[in-house]
């Protein structure tokens, strides 16, 4: 079956614009996650959406970053007045559940960011 | 303090020999899993094995086996006969369990880079 997807692959863009980087989770998977990674800070994780159930931002680094997921499916993050340290691989992931610890997530090809 | 701690920045493995990944984690929860992904030069974060806190046994899948010390902390990751499509970062991470505010989100190494040689 289709795995997660992303896009773009690749963003280049310049300082000071908004990007917006898509994810389309496993069909049926009620649980999504947005992580970045980057040289510097390894694999970080940004935000958490679970079916209807407000989202945990707690990872997010700034208010210039947000997320939002409609209809429980496809999600968007969204960053505002990019900087150059915001220029990173950004991977989203899905899980069919939350509750068990087996649940495996399965990672997208990840969205390349980078912010001239 | 780390969670995750992956002591092996890179490693090499002659093909065909076997190869053990180091991974150790800090949790004050009884209730854990741990995961091990691998990462090619593509990018793409694919999911190899999991290891559940109150499983009794080592979790083994195909080429790939967990070496689950929970006295220790340590779940390494043994690859036998190593190919040169193993060729890849590894990641180890962990998730703890969901407690209010925390929603599984992974925990991640900084990781290991493998290099197979023929």
């Known amino acids: 079956g289709a795995g997660v997807s992303q896009s773009p692959s690749n963003k280049v863009t310049e300082k000071g614009k908004d990007v917006e980087l898509r994810c389309d989770p496993i069909?049926?998977?009620?649980?999504l996650y947005w992580y970045r990674q980057s040289l510097g800070q390894g694999l970080e994780f940004l935000i958490y959406?679970?079916?209807?159930?407000?989202?945990?931002k707690s990872g997010l680094p700034s208010d210039r970053f947000s997320a939002e997921r409609t209809g429980g499916s496809v999600s968007t993050l969204t960053i505002q007045r990019t900087q150059q340290e915001d220029s990173a691989v950004y991977l989203c992931?899905?899980?069919?559940?939350?509750?068990?610890?087996?649940?495996?997530?399965?990672f997208g090809p990840g969205t390349r960011l980078t912010v001239l | 303090a780390q969670k995750i701690t992956q002591t092996q920045p890179g490693m090499f493995v002659q093909e065909k020999e076997a190869v053990t990944l180091d991974c150790t984690y800090d949790?004050?929860?009884?209730?854990?899993?741990l995961f091990w992904y691998k990462q090619p030069s593509s990018g793409e974060m694919i999911f190899l094995i999991y290891?559940?806190?109150?499983?009794?046994q080592n979790a083994t899948e195909g080429r790939y086996s967990l070496n689950f010390q929970k006295a220790r902390k340590s779940a390494n990751l043994v690859i036998s006969a190593s190919q040169l499509g193993d060729s890849a970062m590894y990641f180890c991470?962990?998730?703890?369990?969901?407690?209010?505010?925390?929603?599984?989100?992974?925990?991640f190494g900084k990781g290991t880079k493998l290099s197979v040689k023929p």
């Open positions: 949790t004050s929860d009884p209730s854990y899993g």
């Open positions: 992931a899905s899980t069919p559940k939350v509750g068990g610890g087996a649940d495996t997530q399965y």
């Open positions: 069909s049926g998977h009620t649980a």
């Open positions: 290891q559940g806190s109150y499983d009794q």
């Open positions: 959406f679970q079916g209807n159930s407000a989202p945990d």
């Open positions: 991470a962990m998730r703890e369990r969901n407690y209010g505010g925390s929603q599984g989100n992974l925990i």
